[in-house]
């Protein structure tokens, strides 16, 4: 060859055209190699900082090209605020899952999650466009936060309390109960202003278990009150439908496993007994004797 150099410019122009028709786009990743071991991606990148050097012809020749770009990570950027473009106009929300992938691979969640993390290094006109997409945050942590305490406090207005069971989930699945359950476990993290909306709703306990057997002991109270004896019947249930029979019958079966307080405050109801058959059988008997 007169022109080794041109030489090896058409010939890499050559690969980058085959790899184009085959690909869709002239685009190969930088570290991209031919199945011969040519680096076109090496290649590609070469042409991209050497724009004022080369002539007006290979200029033409390179933008001939489907899918040429001599700058790739603006038409990278572009192409991915696209498919969450995409994403948002057939979900509703522009918050894909982090580890969310499209059809073809591309990670979608993890290049959201990338542009939040950089948000101060974004031009005005992307966080603009960002912006305009329905439901685009930057602390995709705290809207959801939010999200899951606005279905707790709808729970709350239509149940009365705000407390639903640890598998409860809402209509379209929203695992609500497993979510209560840890804010219970991270109270200690959480910020005063969250402690302060759930304490807001009618109902809302950290400890559940605490609170239900308080609410037992106060229904035996009341009926020890009313009758003279802390023993109502094994099926008695109070008017509204509180298994107060049951619910005492449990404290005696679990006697080693409760607190010396809820024993104390047992003992101290009047006719409280662990063992109602043995004091019913020496009652008789002193009878009898």
């Known amino acids: 060859s007169w022109d080794p150099f041109s030489d090896q410019w058409n010939a890499g122009f050559a690969k980058l055209k085959a790899f184009s028709v085959k690909t869709g ?4 990743g930088t570290k991209f190699k031919t199945n011969d071991g040519f680096a076109l991606g090496q290649w590609v990148l070469n042409q991209r900082q050497n724009k004022n050097l080369i002539s007006i012809e290979r200029k033409r020749l390179l933008e001939s090209l489907k899918g040429w770009s001599w ?6 950027w572009n ?5 969450l473009k995409a994403f948002t106009a057939k979900t509703g929300v522009a918050r894909p899952p982090l580890r969310f992938r499209t059809r073809d691979g591309f990670t979608l969640g993890q290049w959201v999650s990338t542009q939040r993390r950089n948000k101060d290094s974004l031009s005005s006109e992307r966080i603009r466009l960002l912006q305009l997409l329905k439901g685009w945050s930057w602390d995709q942590l705290s ?3 939010n999200e ?10 239509r149940t009365g309390s705000a407390r639903p069971g640890s598998e409860f989930k809402t209509n379209d699945n929203f695992r609500l109960g497993g979510w209560v359950c840890g804010q219970r476990n991270k109270r200690e993290s959480l910020t005063s202003e969250r402690k302060r909306l759930l304490e807001s709703l009618k109902g809302w306990s950290w400890d559940p278990i605490s609170d239900q057997w308080n609410h037992g002991f106060a229904k035996l109270k009341a009926f020890t009150l ?8 094994t099926k008695f249930k109070t008017n509204d439908g509180f298994t107060l029979g049951r619910w005492v019958f449990g404290q005696r079966n ?4 409760l607190t010396s ?7 101290s109801l009047k006719g409280w007994s662990w063992d109602p058959f043995s004091d019913q059988w020496n009652a008789g008997f002193a009878k009898l004797k």
């Open 25 to 28: 786009t002239a685009s190969p």
């Open 71 to 76: 700058d790739a990570l603006k038409d990278n």
């Open 79 to 83: 192409a991915a605020f696209e498919i």
């Open 143 to 145: 809207d959801e936060w």
């Open 148 to 157: 899951a305490f606005e279905r707790l406090k709808a729970f709350t207005v």
């Open 226 to 233: 009313k009758t003279g004896t802390a023993r109502p019947g």
């Open 254 to 257: 679990n006697r080693e496993s």
């Open 261 to 267: 307080e809820r024993k104390r405050l047992l003992e």
